[in-house]
C-alpha cells in the first residue's frame, strides 16, 4: 500500500501539479502583501482624510464599557463590535475582486486570439489548429457530398 502511494505521488509531482500550486500559493502570498499595502497606505488614507480623519481598523460599537479596577472593585473588561477592521477587509476584497477581473478580462483576451485559427498574429496551439483543419476537410466533404445529391 506504500509502495503504491508513493507511487501516485511521484506521478503527481512529476506531472507539474505540485509546482504549479506551489507556485500558485507563492504568488498568491505575495499578491496579498501587495493588496494589503496598497489598501492600508495608499486608500486608506485619503479615504480616512475624507472622513474626517477615522482610523476605520478601530472603530468599533461598544457594548459594554471598560471599568478600571478600585478598592475592592474587580476591574471589568471592555465589551465591543469592531467593525472598522471589516470594512478595510471588505475594501481589500473588493480590490482583490477588480485586478482578478482585470486579469482574467486580458488573459481571455489573449486566449481568444491564440484559439483564432485565422488570427495570425499570435501562434495557434496545434490542437485547435488540428481541430480547425477538421472542421475544413468536414465542410469541403459535406460540400461535395450535397453537389452529389
Known sequence: ????FLKEFKEFAVKGNMIDMAVG????????????????????PP????????????????????VPATDGVE?????????????EVFIDFLVIGFV????VKFMNKFRKKAEDPKDKTVATP?????LTNLNELMAEQNELLK???
Do not use: C, P
Open 147 to 149: 453537389r452529389k445529391s
Open 1 to 4: 500500500m506504500a509502495k503504491g
Open 75 to 87: 476591574a471589568v473588561e471592555e465589551i465591543a463590535v469592531g467593525y472598522g477592521l471589516l470594512i
Open 25 to 44: 500559493i507563492i504568488i498568491g502570498t505575495a499578491f496579498n502583501r501587495v493588496v494589503d499595502v496598497l489598501v492600508k497606505q495608499v486608500i486608506m
Open 100 to 103: 482578478v477581473f482585470i486579469v
Open 126 to 130: 496545434k490542437d485547435i489548429e488540428l
Open 47 to 66: 479615504l480616512s482624510l475624507l472622513t474626517g480623519r477615522i482610523e476605520y481598523a478601530d472603530r468599533k460599537f461598544v457594548l459594554r464599557e471598560a
